[in-house]
């Protein structure tokens, strides 16, 4: 029998349920960050058309102040995850933060649409080197369980409050004073959030002497590239067009060799037992779709509310800005639901649910009165688009030792990248044809409520595919921890 006080003495100790002080200073600098990183993405969204006006940009070149940003942000991040892991975390996290700054300054001063470009660029490879070195910094500061889902259910509670914020406060900034004050915020920000590194942040990973996988991280960026470069291309040039088609081509091939290369590799960029892992590729599967059709259903409806309903920006922006809050209070929530039904669960569960709320809005006519459906049905839905950002992250980061975490949030990044790009023009190609095809045979109002129509159809249905994806092969994957 064996002896009750050995028993005790070997006991391993339970997972603490607070911070501590120490890891608050943490949590505040590293979600200060994403915060601010995510405003970026949508900060300028309101302004475009001053900025084209101010520096001689036509309507085609503005699309690039958003895709120069997303382009390196998209794909440089999974290189960068696993330099975090390979040279240290908090040296990779303070130089994206610096990077970020110098950025900032120089596109507040441009006198031209070079330097501004060059500057969302910039920012855009800020991006990349920052968000998953905060990420894996976060998830190697938490003990995998309570604390961890807690850490991260804050921090998806910001970034979809951040992108949500971003075009708010972009467009204060533009009406109230210019448009370079959205670049030129980032610099105080960043200045204290670089204190704050420095001061509170110790990383326990040392700089390692395993080489980079060159092979592995020349293919997979350069295929991110050509990815995110032809899904942006074709939001306005169409998905037929001959050059669309050859960027995608090319990031099919580059990214089937990335794969050969990572099978051959001493050192793998990215081991492929990791991108085997259900919990890996499912969980990154779901977060590219949720965020992908919540960006998507916010253009669309956009689109609703000015043309065909005639409502001012401001208005547009105050309608969809108040649900989109609503990811905050999701954030916070979604730790306890994963607590109960496990992490993968909650996955397919909250992608149903915004199936359902965005589905809801193919009941929108071309009367006012749609707005009181469009708004309660995007609140449900951003709430569950943040149910789906926690647990997507809490699935894929789970089960992995700490000297991987910079690869798996590298990943979780980059699904979010992807899925940023992805959504607008994807939904927004469907809904251009669709309109198209009623041109003439209806109103104008009708053939473009038409065409969104069919945007949220095509919407709701890969969410619920997805959803039913997800379930079928992730719910035989929660873990101890992730039940505790």
């Known amino acids: 029998m064996a002896d009750p006080v050995e028993a005790i003495r070997t006991r391993q100790p339970a997972a603490p349920l607070r911070m501590d002080a120490k890891q608050k200073r943490i949590l505040t600098v590293l979600l200060g960050a994403q915060f601010m990183l995510a405003a970026d993405f949508s900060i300028f969204t309101v302004a475009l058309p001053v900025i084209g006006d101010n520096l001689g940009l036509g309507l085609s070149d503005l699309q690039w102040i958003t895709t120069g940003f997303a382009l390196p942000a998209a794909g440089l991040t999974l290189l960068f995850g696993r330099a975090a892991d390979l040279v240290g975390r908090r040296r990779l996290f303070l130089a994206g933060i610096a990077l970020l700054a110098i950025a900032s300054l120089v596109g507040s001063f441009a006198t031209g649409p070079g330097v501004l470009i060059a500057a969302r660029v910039a920012q855009g490879v800020a991006t990349a080197i920052t968000v998953p070195s905060a990420m894996s910094l976060l998830t190697t500061s938490f003990p995998e369980g309570p604390l ?10 910001l970034l979809g409050g951040g992108f949500t914020a971003g075009a708010l406060l972009g467009g204060l900034l533009t009406g109230l004073l210019s448009w370079r004050w959205s670049f030129l915020i980032n610099v105080p920000v960043a200045a204290l959030l670089f204190a704050g590194a420095l001061l509170f942040i110790r990383d326990a990973s040392e700089r390692s002497t395993v080489k980079l ?7 997979v960026t350069a295929g991110l590239l050509a990815l995110a470069y032809g899904i942006t291309t074709a939001g306005h040039a169409g998905w037929g067009d001959a050059w669309v088609l050859v960027l995608l081509g090319t990031a099919v091939v580059l990214l089937v060799a990335f794969w050969f290369v990572e099978q051959r590799s001493p050192n793998p960029l990215v081991p492929v037992w990791v991108l085997k892992r259900r919990t890996v590729a499912l969980a990154n599967f779901g977060g590219v779709v949720t965020i992908a059709m919540a960006t998507g259903i916010s253009i669309l409806m956009t689109l609703y509310m000015q043309e065909v309903l005639g409502y001012s920006a401001v208005v547009t922006g105050l309608a969809l800005g108040g649900p989109g809050l609503l990811v905050i209070l999701g954030g916070v929530l979604a730790p306890r639901s994963i607590g109960r039904f496990g992490s993968p669960r909650t996955l397919a569960l909250s992608l149903l649910l915004q199936a359902v709320a965005f589905g809801a809005l193919l009941l929108l006519g071309t009367d006012r ?56 023009p994807v939904l927004s190609a469907v ?54």
Not at 148 to 157: D, E, F, K, T, Y
Not at 213 to 219: F, I
Not at 374 to 398: E, I
């Open 213 to 219: 996988d060159v092979p592995g991280a020349v293919t």
């Open 148 to 157: 961890r889902r807690r850490a991260l259910g804050i921090n998806g509670a």
């Open 369 to 424: 009165v749609g707005v009181v459906l469009m708004v309660v049905a995007l609140a449900v839905g951003f709430l569950g688009h943040a149910f789906s950002l926690v647990s997507y992250m809490v699935t894929a980061t789970s089960g992995l030792a700490d000297h991987d975490q910079g690869l798996a949030t590298g990943l979780t990044t980059m699904s979010m990248q992807i899925g940023i790009t992805l959504g607008i």
């Open 431 to 484: 809904a251009t044809a669709r309109t198209g095809a009623l041109a003439g045979t209806t109103g104008e109002r009708e053939a473009v409520l038409g065409g969104l129509h069919a945007g949220t159809l095509v919407n709701a249905a890969v969410l619920v595919v997805s959803a039913v994806a997800v379930w079928a092969f992730l719910r035989h994957s929660n873990t101890t921890t992730e039940r505790k």
